[in-house]
């Protein structure tokens, strides 16, 4: 099973005209539901309010077959986060998350034991989330563990702190993902290779590096090759690097290598390029709505 572990929450798009939607969301939500479209085992460890928007998270969850025994139902209000689109569809966030469901600690029975643990945005930034998450991957001895870090300086207090738990995390993660963006916060006196090799360094067997459409960037131990993007036409961007998380590693399953042995350079970049393809097409739909198996042909597996 792939073991996602993070946060949900609702997503109040704002459109450039000031139109408002509420859309289900949370990075981690939105890999999990990606990758179990995809045909992937797949349980999510967070928190879910017991209020109506909690309960169409994990309905949403269950819709699209993922596991949601794992998860920690609390009686506080769902976390927002208004996702303000410019007029590229790019989406800008700023989040209220004081006394709501996000931030509470992640007890799932079984963590250590899964096949696959990912987690990555704000599991690593809200305590006493952030404290469980890092615990439970650093108990993940026997997982391949999958990071996305996915930065949101808007809710870190302290830049410094941060990045000792990122580099923490990573140093138990065997595929960290990162955009430039995020490696420009967390290392701004490093270009991205430099920032790259530094997270290799700390233990990672792969770092991708995704870098819009100017393509991604894939970090082994053998050197560096970059995968390259094909152009789409963006409705918006909401939920596409989370797409692209859950097609990766949905992809990695269906070809027999959710294991650190299997990550050689060559695999990985067709694992990336698999992840583009399903992330292309969520920026063609509003919010965050990964394919399914249906919208993928045969040749996408292989």
């Not at 955009?179 to 701004?188: H, Q, V």
């Amino acid at each position: 099973m792939i073991l996602v572990v993070g946060e949900a929450l609702v997503d109040l798009v704002i459109s450039p005209s000031g139109d408002v939607a509420a859309a289900l969301g949370g990075a981690p939500f939105n890999t999990a539901r990606a990758a179990a479209r995809l045909g992937a085992d797949v349980g999510f460890a967070g928190a879910l309010s017991s209020d109506r928007f909690g309960e169409q998270l994990a309905a949403a969850l269950r819709a699209d077959g993922v596991d949601v025994s794992t998860a920690t139902r609390v009686d506080v209000p769902t976390t927002l986060a208004a996702a303000e689109l410019d007029d590229r569809g790019a989406a800008t966030y700023r989040f209220y998350v004081d006394g709501t469901s996000a931030p509470h600690g992640v007890a799932a029975p079984g963590l250590g034991r899964s096949e696959v643990v990912f987690t990555g945005g704000l599991g690593l930034v809200l305590e006493p989330m952030a404290s469980s998450v890092e615990a439970a991957v650093a108990a993940a001895s026997e997982s391949l563990v999958m990071v996305d870090v996915n930065c949101r300086p808007q809710l870190v207090g302290d830049r410094d702190e941060y990045r000792r738990r990122i580099e923490r995390v990573v140093a138990h993660a065997d595929i960290v993902k990162a955009s430039d963006d995020d490696l420009a916060y967390l290392y701004p006196d490093a270009d991205s290779a430099d920032a790259a090799t530094r997270l290799r360094g700390l233990g990672a067997e792969v770092v991708v590096v995704t870098r819009g459409g100017d393509g991604v960037d894939v970090a082994t131990a053998g050197g560096c090759r970059t995968v390259p993007v094909e152009p789409v036409e963006v409705v918006d961007t909401v939920g596409a690097g989370d797409t692209f998380d859950g097609a990766l590693l949905a992809w990695l399953g269906a070809n027999g290598a959710l294991h650190r042995s299997a990550l050689s350079a060559d695999l990985v970049a067709r694992a990336v390029a698999a992840a583009n393809v399903a992330a292309g097409i969520a920026c063609t739909r509003v919010g965050a709505d990964p394919p399914a198996r249906s919208d993928l042909d045969d040749a996408w597996w292989s």
